[in-house]
């Protein structure tokens, strides 16, 4: 079992950055593709970002030169940098780690880009 707290969420205005946080129960970054999902308002859930335990980053096209996905595995903490936010980035962000161990998600943090 894999517990994860979330944090880093809220209101930002147009071009503002925000740094979400995913604070992990256990040890796993360095077996598990972890990744930053969202989900707005009647819209499915889509992948923003993920890195693997090789440390090979994607990203949503959507995102890519704005947003930063990276880890500590010291602290089992995974982040997201988010800068030039747009209003379209409004979601609920979710962090995820999926591996031989099972597929686990965090609560999700409400990020709104609003003016």
């Known amino acids: 079992q894999v517990q994860f707290v979330e944090s880093g969420g809220g209101l930002v205005q147009p071009g503002g950055s925000l740094k979400l946080s995913c604070a992990a129960s256990r040890s796993i970054f360095s077996i598990a593709v972890m990744g930053w999902y969202r989900q707005a308002p009647g819209k499915q859930r889509e992948l923003v970002a993920a890195?693997?335990?090789?440390?090979?980053?994607n990203y949503a096209d959507s995102v890519k030169g704005r947003f930063t996905i990276s880890r500590d595995n010291t602290k089992n903490t995974m982040y997201l940098q988010m800068n030039n936010l747009k209003l379209e980035d409004t979601a609920v962000y979710y962090c995820n780690a999926r591996g031989s161990f099972g597929n686990y998600w965090g609560q999700g943090t409400q990020v709104t880009v609003s003016s």
């Open positions: 890195v693997t335990p090789g440390n090979n980053r």
